[in-house]
């Protein structure tokens, strides 16, 4: 018998609760009725057709604080149904990774009817979070009780919950249990041999094992849903056929071109001013200390570089905001197009905000003194403030709250279940992981600060891996103990972050190869021709290059086995699809001889 959505039941109320919602305080009840029945309604009626009940029943809402949360959760069946929905991809009995479908449940390793851990706790998470984005308006023109909060049809409703205030924040709760080993295996007991340390060609051969193994290397993604805050004319999509929110791309693009380039060109300009009000200080500074020569003088010389090291922290988070702000509002319909495009702008910026200061210094005024002076407290400063801002002030924070939530809970006299409402409280007031972007761009410019001057400052690599160190623990104790759990989001590798890598990488050997020519040691050498001097650095940089190519050729980003199984399942997809075609076209020549058969009856 052939299970479907429309024969599963959401009115359960007990359940297993895997992701929260809080509503702000004032919400009416006209609105939480409203959202209550548009997340238990069927699909075939727009509905999600999740559960859905508040964390606190009556009685306790007048025991406690009157807190507006509410917990969403789904039978195991409706879950099953999602994963088949979003494309879930679980190891089969003979050990390939399939795409995961409820009719063929029975072939897929460790499944069984009377069991409910088939899924991942992740994995659910994640289906439920898909579901409750897709619920988009539909004859509605209004949110319920707030006749501001327009909706169109197509309209994200989640999204538009969440830009009025209706909807303060929804995030996944922790298995505590998982959580605990995962602590004393990731930071608590640390071994270098399990931290994941990112080397390019390495990595892309790991990357490719674990995606494969977690099922999100032969996830398709071709034809993957709009993203939450996607909006335009509601119509049906001529690939798939499904309804969704349809934006004219020629729009996107007149976006881009006449209003986010100029802006980007603007932010750039604006950078470069900065930079040189940074060298006229520099200039002051240093004539300062040639007039007097002391100590105080000498500290003094330091001083212009820390505060253009604040300052360009602070320029990267304030253009932060005003990227993912444009990008947005450029209104991309892909969730890997809108962060392609908010990659591109930050890159660039930041490329140009963190390094054009030492390229100015190391190739026109060429001082590598200075450009020792600069990098070394450029390089320190922002490792120093990103702790200092990313890991060490939340966890205080945290621990403060905690302690706070631990009392309140202690005092409780209701008959409550008292863990879980200790464990909503407590993630609820966590601060909000925002995605893997910050913690790549740390690396990235890290990465850009070791490498393209490493021949004048070696130190430069000692600095980067001492903070690594404590990078690696203060990171994993911040995702553990600091941070709400984050909703998965499967991925094939780290996308166009692999490509900004390799590109610093070529950057850096160019870089360095024109240092080495430009020292003096090597001056020396060719103290006559300084033809002779740019032909040769040219080819070692040339020769270096081509190494390094043909060391990305020779190492395939793919190991040989997970190559193999890929196309094990290419060469079943396409058997399948042969037999499909086959079986279509029998039907189609029975059909046919019938109607001739009629045809001669009646004749």
Known sequence: MKVTLSALDTCESSFTPLVVIELAQDVKDETKEWLKNRIITKKKDGGAQLMFRPLLNKYEKETL????????????????????????????????????????????????????????????????????????????????????????????????????????QVFPLHDNEALKKLEDTWYTRFTLKHQPLVILEVWKRGCANMTYRWGTLVMKRQFEEP????????????????EEPLYPSYKRQLRIYLVSL??????????????MIYFDMEAWALGLHESSRSEWTSVLLYVPSIIYAIVIEILNRLYRYAAEFLTS????????????????????????????????????????????????????????????????????????????????????????DATLYEQV???????TYLGTFDDYLELFLQFGYVSLFSCVYPLAAAFAVINNFTEVNSDALKMCRVFKRPFSE??????????????????????????????????????????????????????????????????????????????????????????????????????????????????
């Not at 993203?227 to 499904?242: A, E």
Request: net charge positive; charged share 20%; proline share 3%.
């Open 262 to 275: 100029p802006f980007v060109c603007l932010c750039l300009y604006f950078s470069l001013y900065v930079m």
């Open 329 to 416: 509002w450029e209104n991309h319909r892909l969730e890997s197009a809108y962060q392609n495009h908010l990659i591109l702008k930050v890159l660039v910026f930041n490329f140009l905000n963190c390094f054009a200061s030492l390229f100015y210094i190391a190739f026109v005024l060429k001082d590598m003194k200075l450009l020792r002076q600069s990098l070394a407290t450029l390089l320190i400063t922002s490792q120093i403030l990103n702790q200092v801002v990313e890991s060490l002030l939340p966890y205080w924070l945290q621990r403060k709250h905690h302690m706070q939530v631990k009392r309140k809970v202690q005092a409780l006299k209701a008959d409550i």
């Open 490 to 603: 499967p991925s094939a590798s780290i996308g166009v972050w692999q490509l900004a890598f390799e590109t610093m990488s070529v950057i850096s050997v160019v870089t360095n190869c024109a240092l080495i020519g430009m020292s003096p040691q090597v001056n020396a050498l060719f103290p006559e021709s300084k033809t002779d001097l740019v032909l040769i650095v040219v080819a070692v940089e040339h020769a270096l290059l081509a190494l390094k190519f043909i060391l990305a050729f020779a190492i395939p980003d793919k190991p040989r086995h997970i190559q193999m199984k890929l196309a094990r399942l290419e060469f079943e997809s396409l058997e399948a699809l042969k037999q499909q075609q086959m079986k279509l076209t029998a039907e189609k020549l029975k059909d046919e001889s019938r109607e001739e058969g009629g045809e001669k009856s009646a004749g």
């Open 65 to 168: 604080e009157n807190q507006n949360l509410y917990l969403v959760g789904a039978s195991n069946i409706r879950l099953l149904l999602g994963a088949e929905a979003v494309g879930l991809v679980k190891e089969s009995s003979d050990s390939a990774m399939r795409a995961f479908t409820y009719g063929t449940r029975h072939s897929f390793k460790g499944f069984d009817d009377n069991n409910d851990d088939f899924l991942t706790m992740a994995e659910c998470q994640f289906i439920i979070k898909h579901e409750l984005e897709n619920l988009r308006a539909r004859d509605e023109k209004m949110i319920p009780g707030y006749p501001q909060a327009k909706l169109y049809p197509g309209k994200s409703l989640l999204r538009r919950l969440l830009t009025s205030g209706i909807v303060i």
């Open 425 to 431: 409280i407590l993630e609820k007031e966590m601060g």
């Open 227 to 242: 993203r939450p805050g996607f909006h335009g004319v509601l119509g049906i999509n001529s690939v798939t056929g499904r």
